[in-house]
């Protein structure tokens, strides 16, 4: 999505693109492919080549000063990344394209771990999108792991000439910079370019290559029965509520007072089908019943997955599971790739589904008696206009909902709501209240006059069309025919209250009844409106928790490895460790906000420790000098004999800046049983060292 721009953000960017410029033999990428390209949709290999291109004599001063806030780590300098490629991610987080980059960089970040630093800056779209907190759970919620800016005012975002979500500016490992690509689907232009740059300087001896560490949001411990839930369905003939805890990889079942529930997916993140634990699912969305089965817009897997409530399995029944970009066509249902489907809803009178694709601009149909898929309603292109299916635009639909003669459209980065009248000679689009991509606001009347902000959600009944007005934190009336809107509860500022009613950014709704089911995304709760009373309660789960976190033994890369000479124990069920850590180097200090890890061991022998140490323990608050117990699966006696290793991962800080990197260190402790012995085993400073060496 591009900005409208002023003059002098005009020839910022100018500036920079003509200095460096990232010079692709095909034109920068588009994410469109071709009519009648590969029915997946994937786009065809391009050749590329990088140009550096003379406009001034010296770059711009760049630096990383001017945003507002940090999230994941404190301020960093460019300065104190001499030596590592930089990549800068310019999003904001209503972006659907910024959305779609996030596997990419991570998969940059992991092969060039020791190379390269991610750093996201935030340049917000709307108003809500300005605020840290706002963003610090978009990071949390989209498990980002890299330092992200809050660049509230757009300083980074013109200093280095960006134009368009997503923008991503690439710097040398001297600091200078080398270019900047737009869009989505640019992985091979920056992996061949990063993959050139550290060749050349791991030749010339100049790059750094000690890992940084951060301490992302999303390490933080997950408490919450539901984790930002996306969508909301309410089937009020059988009393059952289906929930998509968006960011837990999972459906809950429930029924519409909350009495039980039941749990659809593992909570990994993935794609497998199969019986209700073992199904993975990707941050689903959007939920539509179908008389015995459960259909799911799941996002970020770019499918539609089936959830049949007789048989307590779960299908895949459209989409392959990557990214596709066609704009036209139809295929069958598995074998077309999906583009971040949000939302879904029957089409009435029909077997057949309406796909909100957020990741295409589009309302698809998925055809449930012929298994295929068709690209119904919205050329591709990104914006807001009328008239028939095949030539209106729209931006990014992320809601669906029907009247029986009408599909109704949260049009989000328009901030619309949109009509197809469901004519079958002629459908055409009209547009309820709306103006266009960078016209937002919070104004209730009629017609032009209304304004939205994001809104994300939509349900019909009773007559009236229900709004979640996502970045107002509001939830709106609207009466389609005379295009009047009116607030029914919610404050603009964000909240948790019932009393008077307040939101945080929710994203889908459902009527039941005289009930609204709301999904309050932000919250991490489902809230029911009175729709009569017009008063609010918060819906309590009974039997909710979240996923158990998966159990894996932490590493210790590039531990400093230690063999001690053999302590000599007393006998007993017990042993205590005294540990301390080896001393730091001058200007470095252990993080006090990231727990230690620590992992026992019995490398040689089973059956000597009391409980399995998978998963490794935590030290917390973390600390240079620290004991561990650690308890015997039984006691032992004179004349034992076993090897303990011990490993301890801390995290280390400069106490000038905010970059971080893991100290690891590992002792191997053979013990021996001597009655008359200490029971204390000291490790550290004043140990008897036989061997050290570091591991990679």
């Known amino acids: 999505m591009r900005q ?84 800068l991610d310019f999003w904001t987080y209503c972006c659907i394209n910024c959305h779609h980059v996030l596997p990419d960089l991570a998969k940059l970040e992991q092969k060039y771990k020791d190379e390269l630093v991610v750093i996201g800056v935030h340049s917000p779209k709307f108003d809500e999108e300005r605020q840290t907190e706002n963003i610090r759970r978009k990071v949390a919620e989209y498990q980002i792991k890299h330092p992200v800016i809050n660049d509230a005012d757009q300083v980074l975002w013109n200093r280095f000439g960006a134009d368009s979500w997503p923008t991503m500016v690439l710097i040398d490992a001297d600091g200078t910079p080398i270019g900047k690509v737009s869009g989505e689907g640019n992985y091979a232009i920056l992996d061949h370019e990063i993959g050139l740059r550290v060749a050349k300087h791991k030749a010339k001896g100049d790059l750094n290559t000690t890992p940084f560490q951060f301490s992302a949001e999303s390490d933080k411990p997950d408490t919450s029965p539901l984790l930002y839930p996306g969508k909301v369905l309410a089937d009020e003939k059988s009393k059952q509520l289906f929930i998509a805890d968006t960011a837990h990889n999972r459906i809950v079942l429930t029924d519409l007072d909350g009495r039980k529930s039941v749990v659809v997916g593992s909570g990994g993140i993935g794609m497998v089908d199969g019986d209700y634990a073992k199904a993975e699912f990707n941050r689903p969305q959007g939920l539509c019943l179908v008389d015995d089965t459960l259909y799911v817009a799941d996002t970020e897997n770019h499918a539609i997955r089936a959830i049949h409530l007789k048989t307590k399995q779960v299908s895949t029944v459209a989409g392959t599971g990557q990214q596709g970009h066609r704009r036209s066509g139809a295929g069958a249902g598995k074998a077309t790739s999906l583009s971040s489907p949000w939302d879904l809803v029957l089409i009435p009178g029909t077997k057949t589904l309406a796909i909100a694709m957020a990741g295409t601009h589009q309302i698809w149909r998925y055809d449930i008696p012929s298994d295929s898929v068709t690209i119904w309603a919205g050329t591709g292109q990104e914006n807001i206009e009328d008239g028939p299916v095949s030539t209106a635009l729209f931006s990014q639909p992320s809601g669906l909902a029907t009247d029986g003669h009408n599909l109704f459209v949260a049009d989000s980065e328009v901030s619309a709501i949109r009509e197809i009248v469901l004519d079958k000679k002629k459908p055409v689009v009209h547009t309820i209240v709306g103006q266009g991509l960078f016209v937002f606001a919070d104004v209730d009347g009629k017609g032009d006059v209304v304004r939205l902000q994001h809104c994300l959600g939509v349900a019909y009944g009773g007559g009236k069309l229900f709004i979640a007005d996502t970045y107002n934190n509001k939830i709106k009336v609207c009466n389609p025919a005379t295009r009047t809107v009116e607030t029914l509860v919610g404050n603009k500022q964000p909240g948790l209250t019932d009393d008077p009613p307040r939101f945080y950014q929710p994203g889908g709704l459902s009527v039941a009844g005289t009930n609204l089911y709301v999904a309050d995304t932000n919250n991490g709760l489902i809230r029911v409106v009175d729709l009569g009373e017009k008063t609010v309660r918060t819906l309590e789960i009974a039997g909710l928790t979240p996923p158990a976190p998966p ?100 995290f280390v800080c400069s106490k000038d800046s905010s970059l971080c990197t893991d100290k690891n260190y590992v002792w191997t402790i053979p013990i021996t049983v001597v009655a008359g012995a200490s029971d204390r085993v000291r490790i550290g400073s004043t140990d008897s060292e036989k061997s050290e060496r570091a591991t990679d």
């Open 551 to 650: 159990k894996r033994n932490p590493t210790f890369p590039r531990a400093k490895e230690v063999t001690l000479e053999t302590a000599q124990v007393a006998p007993g069920k017990d042993l205590t460790f005294d540990v301390t850590l080896p001393s730091l180097d001058p200007g470095y200090k252990i993080s006090p906000d990231v727990p230690m890890s620590y992992l026992v061991e019995t490398p040689e022998k089973i059956g000597i420790l009391a409980t399995t140490s998978t998963g490794g323990r935590k030290l917390d608050p973390p600390a240079e000098v620290f004991t561990i117990k650690v308890d015997l699966a039984n006691a032992t006696k004179e004349g034992d004999s076993f090897t303990i290793r011990l490993s301890v991962k801390s």
């Open 4 to 87: 409208p721009k002023s003059i002098a953000r005009w020839f910022l960017s100018l500036v920079l693109t003509s200095s460096l410029v990232l010079s692709i033999a095909a034109g920068l990428v588009s994410t469109q492919a071709k009519a009648g390209s590969d029915p997946t949709g994937k786009a065809a290999p391009r050749t590329i080549r990088i140009e550096r291109t003379a406009f001034m004599e010296a770059p711009p001063k760049l630096s990383l000063e001017g945003g507002v806030d940090w999230i994941n780590s404190g301020p960093i300098r460019l300065e104190e990344l001499r030596g590592k490629l930089v990549l």
